[in-house]
């Protein structure tokens, strides 16, 4: 028998190692955004084209490469960012594992350009599948260019898991905002096939957040900063009024890396509590800064979880800063610092974390507010804001059609699917509203119970269907045209769900950048609550945007039958029992909601005589 292990070759233990660094065009640009901050730049450009696919390139001016280090940059653990192991207990870079360059070249073609300011000559490398091409000196100006073509072009499996456009283009924003408000000191651009889509001058963190996340914060944000020997918090939070009904805004930085924390976000909604509504999600750009000897700097730099040495002091001072901060704001609404970008731009944390530093930070007066009780109690409560209207009130008015509008249910045929039909109920048959969430409907046959909220899922699911498919919901004019103000990701998914909206009755159109005019709403959305009501179709929309099975389509009629349907606990008046019922068995498929929950159960008179000894 002869022996059978072999030593992968290079390029293929390359490709295999870059798709843990390299999923998606957003994590090269992730990558070659971190570098070029690394490399002291002032000023990054990032370029795309076809959402990353074709190119991602990103242009710096900062320190450069001599012709050797080009050409290392690209093996694998090349990295001039630490030596030895000491060195990972006090990192300040952004990268350290000198992977990226190594998994780019992996998996595309990769152009590098790079010039420092004592070199008379650039350097010009050309590489793909892990092969150098071509390196010669080149004319450049001081800098660095790299750029990533066709990315997977080696990789067929890899690249057909890419996801559309529009999709892998919202993770890159994603990518490109949280190193933007990362540094707000560095000017930033994006340019998507040929449009600028973001030119961030430099500036405060305040004009930062700004400019990422809307106009409308500019005179709405509340100013975090707390310092102790153990951690410094600085940032902001947007005033309880910008709260949304989408979750979008809301970042946190260790150490100027963007972090992931379900954990950490808790303790900031428990700063808010009372203050906006429940389903509501604040606005926050928040940065911790602490000894990187606290963290656990072995987890995979492009993970976005982080480990703390002591997590509960974390969320403790987290929580209490923003208290803090809220509590100063709602005694004095005025007050609201320009804060000096400096002063955002914490010095690191040189001095290593001792035991005595802990004790001290223990006695410390933030550590203290927050373990006495009551602090912050001048936080005003303010009434839970719970604009929900429904569909039934605006019906009779506006929109007398919709309750009649299905043709008289048809009778009853054998073999039919198992619906207990009913014709349009006689105004003798009383219909009596259970826990102001159910219905009793007596029929021939015994009694029905319907679930109002599955019940009307299913009407409007159906309704909706049927409007995208031509016929269209008639949109009422709003008065007042409303703008709407979205994050750029946000932006991106309305941008995409605009042509079936205007079926479903929005009238919407895009106004340049991430805004947005409401003109007109499907008559059963309420004058003033637009805005909101497309909040949280994006955000719910969003919660399906992992499930694969669903079509865009099918995730949209989902969403917004889900969101538009009558809830349980609403009281309804005998005209809009009798119009729920009579469309609910209008509908095609009366007895599930589209998710499957039954809308109803049948209770037949021969059971309930059986069961009484009758
Ligand atoms: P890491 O960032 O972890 O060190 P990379 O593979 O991202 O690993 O980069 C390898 C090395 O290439 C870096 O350590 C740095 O010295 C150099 N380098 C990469 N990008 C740039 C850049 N834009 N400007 C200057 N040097 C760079
Ligand atoms: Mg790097």
Redesign the pocket.
């Given at each position: 028998m002869s022996d059978i292990i072999q030593l992968l070759p290079d390029h293929i233990a390359n490709q295999i190692a870059a798709g843990e660094v390299i999923q998606r065009p957003a994590s090269a640009v992730k990558?070659?955004l971190?570098?070029?901050v690394?490399?002291g730049?002032g000023d990054i450009r990032l370029i795309v084209n076809d959402a990353g696919k074709a190119l991602v390139q990103?242009i710096?001016n900062?320190?450069?490469?001599s012709e050797t280090?080009a050409r290392?940059?690209f093996e694998r653990h090349?990295?001039?960012?630490i030596r030895s192991i000491d060195d990972l207990f006090h990192i300040r870079?952004?990268?350290?594992?000198?992977?990226?360059?190594?998994s780019i070249a992996a998996v595309a073609q990769v152009e590098l350009k790079?010039k420092r300011a004592e070199d008379e000559a650039g350097t010009l490398i050309e590489i793909d599948n892990s092969v150098v091409r071509r390196q010669e000196p080149v004319a450049a100006v001081n800098?660095?260019s790299?750029a990533m073509k066709n990315l997977f072009f080696n990789v067929p499996a890899r690249r057909n898991f890419l996801k559309s456009n529009a999709a892998e283009m919202r993770h890159i924003s994603d990518e490109f905002i949280r190193v933007a408000l990362a540094f707000p000191h560095i000017f930033f651009s994006l340019t998507a096939n040929g449009q600028e889509v973001f030119h961030l001058e430099k500036g405060s963190l305040k004009q930062r957040i700004v400019q990422v996340c809307g106009n409308p914060y500019a005179s709405k944000l509340v100013s975090v900063q707390e310092q102790t020997d153990y951690l410094n918090i600085t940032g902001f939070v947007g005033k309880p009024e910008t709260a949304k009904k989408t979750r979008g805004d809301q970042y946190f930085f260790v150490n100027n890396r963007f972090i992931k924390s379900a954990y950490l976000n808790h303790a900031v909604m428990g700063a808010f509590d009372e203050m906006i509504a429940k389903d509501s999600f604040p606005m926050y750009a928040l940065f911790i800064e602490l000894d990187p000897a606290q963290l656990d700097v072995n987890v995979h730099?492009t993970k976005q979880e982080i480990k703390f040495e002591d997590e509960k002091i974390v969320y403790a001072f987290v929580q209490s800063a923003v208290k803090h901060a809220l509590a100063q704001f709602s005694i004095t609404p005025t007050l609201d610092f320009d804060l000096d970008a400096s002063i955002q731009r914490l010095d690191a944390v040189s001095n290593p974390f001792t035991a005595e530093k802990k004790n001290s930070a223990a006695s410390s007066s933030l550590y203290q507010t927050f373990t006495q009780k009551n602090q912050a109690h001048l936080i005003e409560r303010r009434s839970n804001l719970s604009n929900w209207k429904d569909f039934y009130e605006a019906a009779p008015s506006a929109d007398s059609g919709t309750v009649s509008q299905y043709q008289t249910v048809p009778t009853e045929q054998p073999g039919q699917q198992s619906a207990p039909l009913l014709p349009d109920i006689p105004a003798t048959v009383a219909l009596l509203q259970c826990h102001n969430s159910y219905i009793i409907v007596p029929n021939d046959r015994g009694y029905l119970l319907v679930n109002q909220q599955n019940a009307h899922e299913r009407v409007l699911y159906e309704r909706f269907i049927a409007a995208l498919d031509g016929q269209t919901i008639p949109s009422q004019q709003s008065l007042f045209p409303v703008t709407l103000e979205l994050n750029a990701p946000d932006a991106a998914l309305l941008g995409e769900l605009l042509p079936e909206l205007q079926l479903l009755g929005f009238g919407i159109e895009s106004f340049g950048g991430n805004s947005f005019i409401i003109r007109g709403t499907p008559a059963d959305v309420v004058a003033g609550n637009e805005q909101h009501t497309l909040e949280k179709m994006l955000e719910q929309y969003k919660h399906f945007s992992s499930d694969l099975k669903f079509s865009k389509r099918e995730k949209l009629l989902r969403t917004m039958a889900g969101q538009q349907s009558i809830k349980g606990g609403k009281v309804l008046t005998d005209t809009e029992m009798r119009g729920l019922i009579n469309d609910l068995f209008a509908c095609t498929v009366p007895n599930t909601t589209a998710n499957g929950k039954p809308t109803y159960l049948e209770f037949r008179k021969e059971e309930l005589d059986k069961m009484f000894g009758r």
């Open positions: 990558e070659l971190e570098n070029a690394d490399a730049a990103v710096d900062g320190k450069g490469m280090d290392m940059s090349a990295t001039s960012k870079t952004m990268g350290f594992r000198g992977e990226a360059l190594a790079s800098g660095t790299i730099p």
